[in-house]
């Protein structure tokens, strides 16, 4: 470690030999460091008398030193270590900073060449690529789904002004819901302009007070001869008088003020008329759906009975709805859509 002093004042004195005058001084200890007294004068402490040895008689008495002053006081403050010169203020080495200069002069020329050969290459794949015609791979063209094919509005009258047939409504002499499943046998169909036909009491008033026009339905037996029904189809006005129509039948039914009609269709199948029943209804666009189920033998139908509840999903979702309105919906396209059930109770 180097250390340059700045004046004579401020070099540490060396360490006395023994038996010296400095030696003494302080009982021989260590030198002490610290500032001159000339540069940080203290005052000064009495010093403590010290009991001379006896004389041998005959001798005479050495001539006591004069008193010496005393130690400085050390003061609080340290005096700082001597530090390495910055390197600013370091001699430069022969020849040291000609090599750095030729490294940094090597290190940049080889980051430029590097740069200039990545430019090139990306040029010249840019180049390569623009020159070539970007083709597209043809795909075969996908089936129209029912979504993309031109839909009719049936919400409404005026935009579905065609009205409905037996024939759309009612096809053949037999109804297959799904592939596999025994089909409904279609005994009877009839399309009629007489809405109150099909209904009675307050149910017949309704329907002719918010415009129905035409009510197209069928009489079925159920797979298995249990059940018989009448299914159809009611075209109102709009979607809105078709829900005020919805609305309004639970409270008129509950209350007994008036009933749908099952159609009789020749022996067996009197229980159409007179026995209890189960019913249930829907909208969708302009037109309101249902479905009266009795039982064949004219027995009460029992409340949740699951081939009953079956029977109604059957005629009103999937046959009136999925089909026969889909279809009219889609321009003749079958598809799937959202609906929700009517309500079922016994009249």
């Known amino acids: 470690m180097v250390y340059r002093y700045e004046s004579d004042e401020d070099a540490f004195a060396e360490r006395p030999r023994p038996g010296s005058e400095l030696s003494t001084i302080g ?36 001539r006591s030193a004069p008193p010496a002053p005393p130690p400085p006081a050390r003061t609080a403050t340290t005096t700082p270590q001597p530090l390495d010169p910055p390197e600013s203020r370091r001699a430069p080495e022969p020849g040291r900073g000609g090599g750095r200069l030729w490294q940094v002069l090597i290190g940049g020329a080889a980051v ?11 040029a010249a794949l840019l180049a390569e690529r623009t020159s070539q015609p970007q083709v597209t791979p043809s795909l075969p063209a996908a089936a129209p ?15 579905d002004p065609a009205p409905l047939t037996a024939k759309e409504v009612f096809p053949g002499r037999t109804l297959t819901i799904g592939d596999g499943e025994e089909p409904y046998q279609v005994l009877k169909t009839q399309s009629s302009a007489s809405c109150p036909a099909a209904a009675t009491g307050e149910v017949a008033d309704l ?4 415009g129905c ?24 006005t709009d979607l809105a008088t078709a829900q005020r129509v919805r609305d309004r039948l639970r409270e008129l039914l509950d209350g007994r003020e008036g009933r749908f009609r099952g159609m009789p269709a020749g022996d067996r199948t009197e229980a159409l008329t007179d026995a209890p029943s189960r019913v249930g209804w829907q ?46 919906a889609t321009g003749g396209s079958t598809g799937q859509a959202k609906t929700t059930p009517g309500p079922g109770r016994t009249d």
């Open 27 to 62: 009982d021989a200890g260590p030198a002490r460091t610290g500032p001159s007294p000339s540069r940080f004068p203290t005052p000064s402490l009495p010093r403590t008398a010290r009991v001379a040895p006896p004389t041998p008689p005959g001798q005479v008495p050495p």
């Open 112 to 122: 430029l060449v590097l740069l200039a050969l990545c430019g090139l290459a990306g």
């Open 207 to 210: 329907l002719v007070r918010l």
């Open 283 to 328: 909208v969708r666009g302009h037109y309101l759906a249902y479905c009266l189920v009795v039982r064949a033998d004219g027995e009460p139908v029992k409340a949740g009975d699951p081939k009953v509840r079956e029977v109604l999903y059957d005629l009103i979702e999937l046959h009136l709805d999925k089909q026969v309105l889909e279809r009219r």
């Open 145 to 159: 789904s029912p979504s993309s094919t031109e839909r009719q509005d049936i919400d409404s009258r005026d935009t």
């Open 213 to 236: 026009s035409q009510v197209v339905r069928a009489t079925l037996r159920s797979p298995g001869e249990e059940y018989l029904l009448t299914a159809g189809l009611f075209n109102l």
